[in-house]
């Protein structure tokens, strides 16, 4: 089975705290993404990576930052994090190559309050 | 850009009802995927349909992908309790990032026992 670990399921950070999100995957997935989950708003791509030290904007990237320096380990970065950013953010992985390929496997999630 | 619209966006009802959520866009998808979420979990994968037409079967709950490609129901028969959960559905677009998702906003579906 695949797994994908979420580093901590809740945390509360104050603003403008720096926060590390931690994410690794155990089937050698090329692809991760982060995203964060907000209610009436639904799943929304914060970024991805398509390879190791590789990242890709997603459709909300301000405010963070990423960094793959092994192909297992996606880090999440909120560089000063603020009230705003209170949300439940998910990672999740996926394989171009195999047959399963454009299934996202996800954690379980980090459910992070700003306060 | 290209959306997918779920609809409802929220479902109560009682147990032994049957229900259908619908996932529609105005753009062609090569593929379409269906997740459930429970709360406190992560979505997992519950099917793909692939081929315009397709329909696929999941014990009580019927898949369909429509001939256009652009659109997918979800059916559920009898729902019991444990059918409840947040239930999205999720694009691949032809030329789209690799292994990116569009992802629909999502149907709260709660049934009572």
């Known amino acids: 089975d695949v797994k994908v670990t979420q580093s901590s399921r809740y945390l509360v950070k104050r603003t403008g705290e720096k926060v590390f999100l931690e994410c690794v995957q155990d089937m050698d997935h090329e692809n991760m993404f982060w995203y964060r989950q907000d209610p009436g708003l639904g799943l929304r791509l914060i970024y991805f990576?398509?390879?190791?030290?590789?990242?890709e904007k997603g459709d909300i990237p301000e405010g963070y930052s990423v960094s793959r320096e092994k192909k297992e380990r996606f880090s999440l970065i909120l560089e000063s994090a603020s009230t705003n950013q209170t949300s439940m953010y998910l990672c999740?992985?996926?394989?171009?190559?195999?047959?399963?390929?454009?299934?996202?496997?996800f954690g379980a999630g980090t459910r992070l309050s700003v306060l | 850009t290209q959306l997918l619209e779920q609809s409802p966006q929220f479902l109560s009802i009682q147990e032994g009802e049957n229900l259908t959520v619908y996932c529609n866009s105005s753009?062609?998808?090569?593929?379409l995927q269906w997740y459930r979420q429970e709360p406190g979990e992560g979505p997992v994968l519950l099917v793909t349909v692939v081929t315009g037409g397709e329909v696929k079967k999941l014990k009580r709950l019927t898949f369909q992908f429509g001939d256009a490609r652009k659109d997918s129901s979800l059916h559920i028969t009898a729902a019991q309790p444990g059918d409840t959960g947040l239930y999205l559905c999720?694009?691949?677009?032809?030329?789209?990032?690799?292994?990116?998702?569009?992802f629909g906003k999502g149907t709260k579906l709660s049934v009572k026992p």
């Open positions: 753009s062609v998808f090569s593929s």
């Open positions: 999740a992985s996926s394989s171009w190559t195999s047959s399963a390929k454009n299934i996202q496997y």
């Open positions: 990576s398509y390879d190791v030290k590789m990242k």
């Open positions: 999720a694009g691949v677009s032809y030329g789209g990032s690799q292994g990116n998702l569009i």
